[in-house]
């Protein structure tokens, strides 16, 4: 189980570790780099006094903190009163051997002594310290580092208190939102005065949970049309049953009666089994791969359903060069077989199929449909002309779609016209 910390917590380690990586840096790493500037400085700090000194090197106006050491012309050597308290030597040879450059440092007893030098004619001039001032530089230096850092770490921290804060109160009502989304007794509503990372999820949070609503409620709409589209040939059937044991109506009238319930209820029931199989189906490759010759299908279709209404003229067009379209036979028996029993319901006197430039475009002579009706016409079991609903226009764009095909759906001076074409 891993262990639990809340964000403010995280963020706060955070600034810690960068506040402990910044001491680091600039308290260790820092100071070496610096080691040459602040050597430079000691140079000009032991140079100045060397222009002004002249014989009186133990004037108790000097600085105390250098010493001084001058040679003169026959090889004389005179020392200031606290050489020896800069720099414990038993000999000031020792200091003139360690002294080959105009100016530079060298370590003696484990300690460094920096030195300047001034040279004419008549004397050589050494200033001289120890490693103490530039100890006490490095000091002050860190500790104004420190206390920057301090600040900064502090202010920083407040800051991201603050966002964190903010930060994590959005996810929390982010969270209880999700923990409610199917609560509409929660309020939702959140207030964001940035759109940023997470305005975007909570407009997604909202937009799914709107979309999860208008499903459950289109589930429920629909299995109330399905079980009243179930329970009508159920109650004929039971009605006819009845009414044979009632001897009120012939065995051999009843039977036939209850066939022709089955077969409509068996239609459904296929309908309903391939309209969830077309829901689920992930691969399309496989379907937009297959070929078939849409000509005999709709010819099988015409023969089919011109014997159901005789008064219905049915006509059909096709270039033979253009008869060829993606998918197999059990998918556009179901896509022209669907439009043509929705046709036969409205059709005056005429049905017309026309396949010609990569289109097949079915028309019939009925009314129009209504425009609030054409919004939804697709919607499974979403009820039509005359009220009537079902499946059948949802399979055939369902289906379509499948095969990467699309359906365009226009009404005409008189009558409606279906477009099958490419997107």
């Known amino acids: 189980m891993s262990n639990k910390s809340n964000l403010s917590n995280q963020l706060l380690s955070i600034g810690i570790a960068i506040i402990g990586i910044m001491v680091v840096s600039l308290g260790i790493i ?7 500037i602040y050597e430079n400085s000691i140079y000009n700090y032991l140079k100045q006094p060397l222009e002004f000194v002249e014989d009186d090197i133990n004037n108790g106006e000097i600085n105390t903190e250098i010493a001084y050491l001058y040679v003169t012309k026959d090889d004389t050597i005179i020392t200031s009163d606290n050489l020896y308290d800069i720099i414990e030597v038993d000999n000031n040879q020792v200091i003139l051997d360690k002294v080959t450059d105009e100016k530079g440092k060298f370590k003696y007893n484990n300690r460094y002594y920096y030195y300047n030098t001034s040279k004419t004619p008549l004397v050589l001039k050494i200033a001289i310290t120890n490693d103490e001032y530039i100890n006490k530089m490095r000091i002050d230096i860190f500790t104004c580092i420190i206390l920057t850092v301090g600040i900064t770490f502090v202010i920083v921290s407040a800051l991201l208190l603050i966002w964190s804060n903010n930060l994590v109160n959005k996810i929390r009502k982010l969270k ?86 089955v077969e409509k209820l068996e239609i459904k029931v296929h309908s309903l089994l391939y309209l969830n199989k077309i829901n689920y189906i992930k691969d399309k490759k496989n379907y937009e791969n297959e070929r078939i010759d849409v ?86 079991y979403e009820k ?40």
Not at 30 to 36: A, E
Not at 230 to 251: G, H, N, Q, R, W
């Open 176 to 261: 209880d939102k999700v923990d409610n989304v199917n609560n509409d007794n929660y309020n939702h509503k959140c207030t964001f005065k940035v759109d940023d990372e997470l305005y975007s999820l909570y407009q997604a949070i909202e937009d799914m949970r709107i979309y999860l609503k208008e499903q459950e409620e289109y589930k429920n709409q629909m299995y109330q049309n399905i079980s009243h589209d179930f329970k009508t040939p159920i109650t004929v059937m039971k009605s006819y049953i009845e009414a044979t044991e009632d001897e009120v109506e012939t065995k051999e009238n009843a039977l036939l009666v209850i066939k022709e319930q």
């Open 30 to 36: 820092l100071p070496k780099n610096l080691l040459p």
């Open 384 to 423: 039509g002309v005359k009220g009537v609903f079902g499946l059948g226009l949802s399979i055939v764009q369902k289906t379509l779609h499948l095969l990467n095909y699309d359906i365009l759906i226009k009404n005409e001076k008189k009558g409606v016209k279906f477009t099958i074409h490419e997107p």
């Open 295 to 380: 000509i005999a299908v709709i010819q099988e279709a015409i023969d089919k359903f011109k014997m159901t209404r005789s008064d219905v003229k049915f006509e059909f067009v096709f270039d033979k060069k253009n008869t060829i379209f993606r998918g197999n036979k059990n998918m556009w028996e179901a896509i022209i077989d669907n439009i043509l029993n929705n046709f036969l319901r409205y059709a005056e006197k005429k049905i017309k199929i026309t396949v010609k430039n990569n289109k097949i475009i079915l028309y019939n002579d009925g009314p129009n449909i209504d425009t609030n009706v054409m919004h939804n016409i697709f919607t499974p």
